[in-house]
Protein backbone atom coordinates (compact mmCIF):
# COMPACT_ATOMS: atom_id res chain seq x y z
CA UNK A 1 0.00 0.00 0.00
CA UNK A 2 1.34 3.74 -1.03
CA UNK A 3 1.62 6.08 1.39
CA UNK A 4 1.36 8.76 -0.85
CA UNK A 5 -2.20 10.26 -0.69
CA UNK A 6 -4.17 8.92 -3.54
CA UNK A 7 -4.61 11.99 -6.35
CA UNK A 8 -7.87 11.88 -7.43
CA UNK A 9 -9.92 13.89 -10.10
CA UNK A 10 -13.42 14.25 -9.96
CA UNK A 11 -15.56 14.21 -13.23
CA UNK A 12 -19.78 14.99 -12.95
CA UNK A 13 -21.80 17.24 -14.63
CA UNK A 14 -23.88 17.96 -11.38
CA UNK A 15 -21.80 21.04 -9.10
CA UNK A 16 -23.40 19.59 -5.85
CA UNK A 17 -22.04 16.09 -6.68
CA UNK A 18 -18.93 17.13 -7.29
CA UNK A 19 -18.43 19.11 -3.73
CA UNK A 20 -19.83 16.47 -2.04
CA UNK A 21 -17.75 14.16 -3.29
CA UNK A 22 -14.73 16.75 -2.60
CA UNK A 23 -16.12 16.75 1.39
CA UNK A 24 -16.23 13.16 1.45
CA UNK A 25 -13.03 12.42 -0.09
CA UNK A 26 -10.48 15.42 1.08
CA UNK A 27 -9.85 13.69 4.66
CA UNK A 28 -7.31 11.33 2.65
CA UNK A 29 -6.76 12.30 -0.47
CA UNK A 30 -5.87 15.07 -2.83
CA UNK A 31 -8.46 16.24 -5.11
CA UNK A 32 -6.26 17.38 -8.01
CA UNK A 33 -9.37 18.69 -9.78
CA UNK A 34 -12.97 18.60 -10.23
CA UNK A 35 -14.48 19.03 -14.00
CA UNK A 36 -17.92 18.89 -15.61
CA UNK A 37 -17.62 16.97 -18.58
CA UNK A 38 -15.57 14.39 -20.32
CA UNK A 39 -13.62 15.86 -22.91
CA UNK A 40 -12.35 18.63 -19.90
CA UNK A 41 -11.67 15.08 -18.19
CA UNK A 42 -9.39 13.48 -20.74
CA UNK A 43 -7.78 16.58 -21.00
CA UNK A 44 -6.76 17.36 -18.13
CA UNK A 45 -6.01 13.56 -16.78
CA UNK A 46 -2.93 14.10 -19.16
CA UNK A 47 -1.62 17.12 -17.14
CA UNK A 48 -2.67 15.82 -13.69
CA UNK A 49 -2.21 12.63 -13.62
CA UNK A 50 -4.44 11.02 -10.89
CA UNK A 51 -4.49 7.57 -9.26
CA UNK A 52 -7.93 7.74 -9.51
CA UNK A 53 -10.95 9.42 -11.47
CA UNK A 54 -14.41 8.94 -9.86
CA UNK A 55 -16.56 9.45 -13.23
CA UNK A 56 -20.55 9.99 -13.14
CA UNK A 57 -22.09 8.06 -15.84
CA UNK A 58 -24.91 9.87 -17.32
CA UNK A 59 -23.51 13.27 -18.26
CA UNK A 60 -24.51 15.60 -21.08
CA UNK A 61 -21.91 15.54 -23.81
CA UNK A 62 -19.49 12.43 -23.54
CA UNK A 63 -20.58 10.26 -21.00
CA UNK A 64 -18.60 8.50 -18.33
CA UNK A 65 -18.62 5.33 -20.09
CA UNK A 66 -17.40 6.67 -23.20
CA UNK A 67 -14.91 9.05 -21.17
CA UNK A 68 -13.55 5.99 -19.52
CA UNK A 69 -13.07 4.83 -22.72
CA UNK A 70 -11.17 7.62 -24.37
CA UNK A 71 -8.98 7.90 -21.40
CA UNK A 72 -7.78 4.36 -21.86
CA UNK A 73 -7.12 5.53 -25.60
CA UNK A 74 -5.50 8.11 -24.03
CA UNK A 75 -3.12 6.25 -22.13
CA UNK A 76 -4.81 7.21 -18.92
CA UNK A 77 -3.36 4.47 -16.45
CA UNK A 78 -5.49 6.30 -13.44
CA UNK A 79 -8.41 3.80 -12.06
CA UNK A 80 -11.94 5.03 -12.75
CA UNK A 81 -14.58 4.60 -9.80
CA UNK A 82 -17.78 5.20 -11.70
CA UNK A 83 -20.21 7.25 -9.31
CA UNK A 84 -23.79 6.29 -10.50
CA UNK A 85 -27.55 6.29 -9.55
CA UNK A 86 -27.89 3.67 -11.80
CA UNK A 87 -28.57 0.39 -10.26
CA UNK A 88 -28.91 -2.05 -13.06
CA UNK A 89 -27.27 -4.59 -14.52
CA UNK A 90 -26.81 -3.59 -17.27
CA UNK A 91 -24.95 -0.47 -16.57
CA UNK A 92 -22.61 -2.28 -14.09
CA UNK A 93 -21.78 -4.69 -17.12
CA UNK A 94 -20.78 -1.67 -18.67
CA UNK A 95 -18.90 0.00 -16.34
CA UNK A 96 -16.81 -2.89 -15.97
CA UNK A 97 -16.16 -3.25 -19.67
CA UNK A 98 -14.90 0.22 -19.65
CA UNK A 99 -12.42 -0.72 -17.19
CA UNK A 100 -14.29 0.34 -14.39
CA UNK A 101 -12.52 -0.83 -10.97
CA UNK A 102 -15.30 0.71 -8.58
CA UNK A 103 -18.92 1.20 -8.70
CA UNK A 104 -20.62 3.82 -6.31
CA UNK A 105 -24.09 4.29 -6.02
CA UNK A 106 -25.10 8.21 -5.68
CA UNK A 107 -27.15 7.47 -2.58
CA UNK A 108 -24.45 5.58 -0.96
CA UNK A 109 -21.64 8.10 -1.81
CA UNK A 110 -21.08 9.65 1.67
CA UNK A 111 -20.48 5.23 2.49
CA UNK A 112 -19.28 4.35 0.21
CA UNK A 113 -17.23 6.72 -2.36
CA UNK A 114 -13.73 6.74 0.04
CA UNK A 115 -13.14 3.10 0.72
CA UNK A 116 -14.21 2.78 -3.04
CA UNK A 117 -11.07 5.02 -4.16
CA UNK A 118 -9.03 3.22 -1.69
CA UNK A 119 -9.76 -0.15 -3.32
CA UNK A 120 -9.31 1.40 -6.71
CA UNK A 121 -6.15 3.33 -5.75
CA UNK A 122 -4.48 -0.79 -4.98
CA UNK A 123 -6.45 -2.48 -7.91
CA UNK A 124 -9.23 -3.99 -6.00
CA UNK A 125 -12.75 -3.50 -7.18
CA UNK A 126 -15.67 -2.39 -5.30
CA UNK A 127 -19.17 -2.23 -5.70
CA UNK A 128 -21.92 -0.47 -3.44
CA UNK A 129 -24.36 -3.21 -2.68
CA UNK A 130 -27.25 -2.25 -4.93
CA UNK A 131 -30.08 -3.73 -2.46
CA UNK A 132 -30.41 -0.27 -1.20
CA UNK A 133 -33.11 1.21 -3.36
CA UNK A 134 -36.28 -0.51 -3.28
CA UNK A 135 -37.66 -1.14 -6.62
CA UNK A 136 -41.09 -0.38 -7.38
CA UNK A 137 -43.31 -2.82 -7.28
CA UNK A 138 -45.20 -4.08 -9.79
CA UNK A 139 -49.34 -3.99 -9.26
CA UNK A 140 -52.04 -5.88 -11.28
CA UNK A 141 -54.26 -3.69 -13.07
CA UNK A 142 -57.41 -2.95 -10.55
CA UNK A 143 -60.12 -4.72 -10.97
CA UNK A 144 -63.46 -3.00 -11.99
Not at 20 to 33: A, E, M, N, P, Q
Amino acid sequence: MSSEPVRVLLVDDNEGMLELSTRVLRSSCVIVGAVTNGVTAVEVAKVLRPHVIVLDISMHGMSGLQTACALRFAGSLAAVVFLTIHDEDEFVAAARAAGGTGYVLKPRLVSDLLTAVHEAREGRRFESPRECWPRPAILPPPIL
